[in-house]
Protein backbone atom coordinates (compact mmCIF):
# COMPACT_ATOMS: atom_id res chain seq x y z
CA UNK A 1 0.00 0.00 0.00
CA UNK A 2 1.65 3.43 -0.60
CA UNK A 3 0.62 6.72 0.69
CA UNK A 4 -1.99 7.84 -1.31
CA UNK A 5 -4.24 4.97 -0.77
CA UNK A 6 -3.79 6.09 2.84
CA UNK A 7 -4.77 9.41 1.92
CA UNK A 8 -8.17 7.99 0.50
CA UNK A 9 -9.58 7.39 4.22
CA UNK A 10 -8.57 11.49 5.14
CA UNK A 11 -10.61 12.64 2.58
CA UNK A 12 -14.13 14.68 3.68
CA UNK A 13 -16.99 15.42 1.29
CA UNK A 14 -19.65 17.65 2.60
CA UNK A 15 -22.43 16.72 -0.80
CA UNK A 16 -25.41 15.36 -0.03
CA UNK A 17 -26.34 11.94 -0.21
CA UNK A 18 -26.47 10.68 -3.45
CA UNK A 19 -30.22 10.91 -4.66
CA UNK A 20 -30.07 9.84 -8.13
CA UNK A 21 -28.70 6.36 -7.11
CA UNK A 22 -30.39 2.97 -8.86
CA UNK A 23 -29.28 1.31 -5.21
CA UNK A 24 -28.96 3.66 -2.21
CA UNK A 25 -28.53 1.93 1.05
CA UNK A 26 -25.04 1.75 2.16
CA UNK A 27 -25.21 -2.59 1.61
CA UNK A 28 -26.37 -1.94 -1.74
CA UNK A 29 -23.52 0.55 -2.92
CA UNK A 30 -20.56 -1.74 -0.84
CA UNK A 31 -21.92 -4.65 -3.41
CA UNK A 32 -21.89 -2.75 -6.58
CA UNK A 33 -18.36 -4.10 -7.90
CA UNK A 34 -18.79 -7.80 -6.96
CA UNK A 35 -19.33 -8.77 -10.54
CA UNK A 36 -15.56 -6.47 -11.43
CA UNK A 37 -13.80 -8.40 -8.68
CA UNK A 38 -13.85 -5.34 -6.04
CA UNK A 39 -15.74 -7.19 -2.95
CA UNK A 40 -15.86 -4.56 -0.11
CA UNK A 41 -16.00 -5.78 4.04
CA UNK A 42 -19.17 -4.10 4.26
CA UNK A 43 -20.29 -0.78 5.90
CA UNK A 44 -18.03 0.45 8.36
CA UNK A 45 -17.34 3.02 11.32
CA UNK A 46 -13.66 4.20 10.44
CA UNK A 47 -14.12 6.93 12.95
CA UNK A 48 -16.64 9.53 14.45
CA UNK A 49 -19.40 9.96 11.64
CA UNK A 50 -17.35 9.18 9.01
CA UNK A 51 -18.57 5.66 7.30
CA UNK A 52 -17.57 3.45 4.19
CA UNK A 53 -16.60 0.23 2.85
CA UNK A 54 -13.29 -0.17 0.53
CA UNK A 55 -12.07 -3.33 -1.09
CA UNK A 56 -8.88 -4.53 -1.48
CA UNK A 57 -6.80 -3.81 -4.35
CA UNK A 58 -6.66 -6.25 -7.08
CA UNK A 59 -3.72 -6.77 -9.12
CA UNK A 60 -3.71 -5.73 -12.74
CA UNK A 61 -0.50 -7.98 -13.78
CA UNK A 62 2.42 -9.23 -12.03
CA UNK A 63 5.00 -6.24 -12.54
CA UNK A 64 7.56 -6.56 -9.46
CA UNK A 65 8.12 -5.25 -7.38
CA UNK A 66 4.52 -4.08 -7.28
CA UNK A 67 1.86 -4.73 -9.92
CA UNK A 68 -0.69 -1.61 -11.00
CA UNK A 69 -4.13 -2.33 -8.86
CA UNK A 70 -7.32 -1.18 -8.98
CA UNK A 71 -9.84 -0.82 -5.65
CA UNK A 72 -13.53 0.45 -5.12
CA UNK A 73 -14.33 2.56 -2.41
CA UNK A 74 -17.72 4.14 -0.77
CA UNK A 75 -18.08 6.79 1.73
CA UNK A 76 -20.77 8.34 3.60
CA UNK A 77 -22.37 8.70 7.19
CA UNK A 78 -24.24 5.88 8.95
CA UNK A 79 -27.19 5.72 7.21
CA UNK A 80 -26.74 7.45 3.48
CA UNK A 81 -23.97 7.06 0.37
CA UNK A 82 -22.06 10.68 0.16
CA UNK A 83 -19.57 9.33 -2.52
CA UNK A 84 -17.99 6.65 -4.62
CA UNK A 85 -14.69 6.39 -6.24
CA UNK A 86 -12.31 4.05 -8.35
CA UNK A 87 -8.48 4.12 -7.98
CA UNK A 88 -6.25 3.09 -10.04
CA UNK A 89 -2.32 2.85 -8.96
CA UNK A 90 -0.05 2.37 -12.08
CA UNK A 91 2.90 1.16 -10.59
CA UNK A 92 4.55 -0.34 -13.90
CA UNK A 93 3.82 2.33 -16.86
CA UNK A 94 4.47 -0.41 -19.42
CA UNK A 95 1.60 -2.03 -18.55
CA UNK A 96 -0.70 1.22 -18.14
CA UNK A 97 -2.40 0.69 -21.12
CA UNK A 98 -4.21 -2.57 -20.13
CA UNK A 99 -5.03 -1.31 -16.71
CA UNK A 100 -6.78 1.52 -17.68
CA UNK A 101 -8.78 -0.58 -20.37
CA UNK A 102 -9.62 -2.33 -16.69
CA UNK A 103 -10.35 1.02 -15.08
CA UNK A 104 -12.63 1.53 -18.02
CA UNK A 105 -14.32 -1.31 -17.87
CA UNK A 106 -15.48 -0.81 -13.96
CA UNK A 107 -16.09 2.77 -14.23
CA UNK A 108 -18.42 1.94 -16.71
CA UNK A 109 -19.83 -0.84 -14.52
CA UNK A 110 -19.80 1.26 -11.31
CA UNK A 111 -21.60 4.49 -13.59
CA UNK A 112 -24.12 2.46 -14.93
CA UNK A 113 -25.44 1.21 -11.37
CA UNK A 114 -24.89 4.31 -9.59
CA UNK A 115 -27.07 6.03 -12.15
CA UNK A 116 -28.96 3.57 -14.36
CA UNK A 117 -26.81 5.70 -17.23
CA UNK A 118 -24.04 4.93 -19.66
CA UNK A 119 -21.20 6.70 -18.92
CA UNK A 120 -20.74 9.82 -20.52
CA UNK A 121 -18.53 10.34 -23.35
CA UNK A 122 -16.55 13.15 -22.07
CA UNK A 123 -16.16 11.27 -18.55
CA UNK A 124 -14.87 7.95 -20.56
CA UNK A 125 -12.35 10.30 -22.74
CA UNK A 126 -10.37 11.77 -19.54
CA UNK A 127 -10.58 7.87 -18.05
CA UNK A 128 -8.82 6.76 -21.85
CA UNK A 129 -6.64 9.64 -21.84
CA UNK A 130 -5.79 9.76 -17.98
CA UNK A 131 -6.74 13.58 -17.89
CA UNK A 132 -8.79 15.45 -15.82
CA UNK A 133 -12.03 16.29 -15.94
CA UNK A 134 -15.33 17.49 -13.46
CA UNK A 135 -18.75 16.86 -14.87
CA UNK A 136 -22.12 17.05 -13.71
CA UNK A 137 -23.97 14.38 -14.69
CA UNK A 138 -27.63 14.13 -13.31
CA UNK A 139 -27.32 15.96 -9.98
CA UNK A 140 -24.43 14.36 -9.72
CA UNK A 141 -20.62 15.74 -9.99
CA UNK A 142 -18.07 13.16 -11.66
CA UNK A 143 -14.59 13.95 -11.61
CA UNK A 144 -11.59 12.38 -12.88
CA UNK A 145 -8.64 13.12 -11.18
CA UNK A 146 -5.03 12.45 -12.00
CA UNK A 147 -2.81 12.82 -9.66
CA UNK A 148 1.71 11.54 -10.69
CA UNK A 149 3.79 10.49 -8.01
CA UNK A 150 6.59 12.67 -6.99
CA UNK A 151 8.97 10.40 -7.88
CA UNK A 152 7.96 10.04 -11.35
CA UNK A 153 7.57 6.33 -11.33
CA UNK A 154 3.87 6.42 -11.36
CA UNK A 155 0.49 7.85 -10.85
CA UNK A 156 -2.87 7.56 -9.56
CA UNK A 157 -6.38 7.90 -11.47
CA UNK A 158 -9.60 8.28 -9.53
CA UNK A 159 -12.76 8.46 -10.46
CA UNK A 160 -15.04 10.05 -8.14
CA UNK A 161 -19.18 10.47 -7.94
CA UNK A 162 -20.46 12.20 -5.32
Known sequence: MNRNTALIFILFFSSPALAELKSTTPA??????IEAGLSTGGWK???DQEFGC?????DIGS????????AFYAEGNRD????VKLVLNVNDRSTASSANKQLQKAAAI???KITSEKIPQPIMNAIINGKGISQKAGISQVEVIR???PTGKGYEIKIVIK
Open 45 to 47: NHY
Open 80 to 83: SVKS
Open 28 to 33: QVCNLM
Open 147 to 149: DNW
Open 63 to 70: ALPLPNNL
Open 54 to 58: SSPYK
Open 110 to 112: LFQ
